[in-house]
């Protein structure tokens, strides 16, 4: 689905990722875990074409991502929950829904079969569906940027830090629902600092360390691993 | 009393005008960040884009206001490319000195194209009065009044009720987020500029036979939608609605029962006031949507 081939990004002077190698294949959940600054988000920005990419490549369904929009990316079928929610304040539940179908949607189509998917995985945004964006709680926002990312039809969606400033059992509620949907085969990469929670719905993951790939593994070696024991899961 | 009904028809029907005028400029500033010093000059060019169809060429009615307004909609989508876009990476100083040099422009503009002698523009109710019993009140006002309220309407229906105003509102609260999402920003803020264009158009139309049609008449129109939005509150629709309808009745009822000499001295006295003691504005608190 995803590859990077020796991926460098910088901003200015800051080269936040070094020759990052990285492969997300299809149906597959990829956890990418590090600890701060490390370059997590900056890989998926760059991902969803936020950032310019400095020297390496980027291949989408084995097409060079070269210098794509956003846009045109989530068109492609990419979705991106970004780092610390950032729903819309001022708009409602439905309306933070209903923006991010403007990949598909022809006018006078209607999205209704799409807002009832994510409200059955998430009920309590049905409930809250004409409540403004500000006035959700934490838990509630998260789901929203979950469910709004997957309005647009994705194929491949992009999760970071979804257990940042969560409550431990809000944090696990959240993870349980994108373990089903990674059970519905949609292709996932998640930036997480939980590792517990990352590497129980992933297959495989990365670990990331200012800007480079220092491990990679399936989930189970990346739990055994002394490096990831000292390091992220802290025993 | 029979005065004070025309006085508060009057003051209603300019407080549409700055109403409108302050809408433009307050969806421009919220999408955008820029503060289009130039919002004056994009009703006055409404004026003249009337005198175009409606005198010059001598269109009918309802032909010379749609000509007069697709004549606008391309204005906005010029200034959108020639200014903005140009303009969108630099400082936004940059970007707030160039609306007030570009408005300066077209302000000289129109006065190489239609000279300094004021026109009179027509209306469809020209010489028309409605007679309440003993008061007679303008036709043009009171259609004017009816206008603005309908637009005001379908404005709040686009933007609410419509994708693209979903997706407007999106771009002004976090564009990055709305790249994220898909949206083509760009696409989005050039039909910003061109609702804001079309907006002051409509104003400009209405305004032309209150006044005459002057190249000097969009200073002072821009000067009372600033008054405006600082009153009902910086980057807020209904403030914009609720202050420009202030200013209009505080400059018409001023000049009534103060002094003529005086009228502006209400307006711009209460902005003032709201500057220093509420600088939000009447519907300042709800700056936290903006995020
Ligand atoms: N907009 C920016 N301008 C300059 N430097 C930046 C910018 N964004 C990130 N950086 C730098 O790039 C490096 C990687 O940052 P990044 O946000 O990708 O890390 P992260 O792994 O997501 O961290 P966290 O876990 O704190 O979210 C850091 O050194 C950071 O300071
Ligand atoms: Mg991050």
New interface residues.
Partial sequence: MLACRDLTVAYGDIVALRGVDLAVNAGETVALIGANGAGKTTLLQTI???NKVRSGEMLFKDEPLGPR???ER??MGIA?A?EGR?I????TVQ?NL??????W?R?GKSCEAELGQVFDLFPRLKERRHQ?G?SLSGGEQQMLAIG?ALM?RPKFLLLDEPSLGLAPRLAEEVYDRVGRISKTGLTILVVEQNTVLALAVANRGYVLETGRVVLAGSADELRRSDRVREAYLGR | MADLIQLLTNGLALGSIYALTAIGFVIVYSATGVVNFAAGQFVMVGTFAGVATLVNAGWPMPVGYIGALVVMALFGALFYLIVYLPLRASPIVTVIIGTVAIGITIQNMALLTFGSWPFPVPSPFDGMMIDLGGTVISAHAIAVVIATGVLILLLWLLMHRT?IG??M??VA??V??????????QWLLAFTWILAAVMAGIAGLMLGPMWFADVNMGDPIALKAFAATVIGGFGSLPGAIAGGFFVGLAEVLGASYVSSAYKDLIAFGVMILFLLFRPQGIFGEKI????
Wanted: hydrophobic share 45%; glycine share 8%; proline share 4%.
């Fill in positions: 969803s074409g936020l929009s956003s846009a989530v068109r991106h970004p950032r819309f304040p001022g708009l309306e209903i923006v991010a179908t403007a990949a949607r006018l403004l500000w709004r647009s | 994708a979903i997706a509102r999106a609260q976090d990055k987020v709305a790249r994220l999402m898909g949206l083509r920003v936290q949507d903006r995020g």
